[in-house]
């Protein structure tokens, strides 16, 4: 069986739109790593630890983790904690670049593979106003970086050099070999 260890709507409807057969087995845990790790190093942990959580009791199912960050000149951004958090995220981020990381963990009894992925977005120049109202929308909330380009976030956006399905918390293409070959 297949598990997806997370509690994304977004990843779930990805994995379905694929065909994949699957259920779902959100992982909730204090996403809590060391804050010094390198963004790769700690998106790649963030991962693991979902898909062990679950893992560790379904050990002869094959277990997907993921996660999401939005890294602005060195800064790592996870989900905004409140409103006014999120409107501080998209001003860091307004007119100019970051790169999203999305790391994939699967995990079968005692076997791991791990790989990220990762999309470069470049931001519109954002006004004060049109950044409170678009957290008004209450979209940003439960995303990395505090917007969904897939929503009305993507009216934010100016562009992006990679994968969407990167920016949106699973890149599914390397996901699919990935497990071709797991
Ligand atoms: C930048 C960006 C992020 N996101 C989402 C993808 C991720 O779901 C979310 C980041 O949070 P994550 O912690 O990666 O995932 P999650 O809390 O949604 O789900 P779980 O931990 O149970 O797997 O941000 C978008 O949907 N659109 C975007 O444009």
Redesign the pocket.
């Known amino acids: 069986m297949l598990i997806l260890a997370?509690?994304?709507p977004?990843?779930a409807k990805l994995l379905k739109d694929a065909g994949l057969d699957f259920i779902v087995i959100?992982?909730h845990l204090e996403?809590v790593v060391d804050e010094k790790l390198k963004p790769v190093d700690y998106v790649t942990e963030l991962a693991k630890m979902?898909a062990m959580h679950i893992a560790q009791d379904h050990p002869e199912d094959t277990v997907i983790g993921?996660?999401?960050i939005?890294v602005y000149e060195e800064q790592i951004l996870?989900?905004p904690i409140d409103e006014e958090d999120a409107c501080r995220m998209l001003k860091l981020l307004s007119g100019d670049r970051h790169v999203?990381y999305t790391a994939v963990a699967l995990i079968r009894g005692e076997k791991i593979k791990t790989f990220v992925s990762e999309t470069e977005v470049s931001m519109k120049n954002l006004s004060d106003l049109e950044i409170q109202n678009y957290v008004k929308t209450k979209e940003p909330m439960?995303?990395?970086?505090a917007?969904?380009?897939?929503g009305e976030?993507g009216s934010l956006v100016d562009h992006y050099k990679g994968d969407f399905f990167t920016?949106?918390?699973l890149p599914l293409k390397e996901l699919l070999e990935a497990l071709k070959t797991f």
Request: hydrophobic content about 25%.
């Open positions: 997370s509690g994304s977004r990843r959100p992982s996403e979902k993921a996660d999401t939005v996870g989900k999203v439960d995303k990395a970086g917007y969904g380009i897939q976030g920016i949106v918390g």
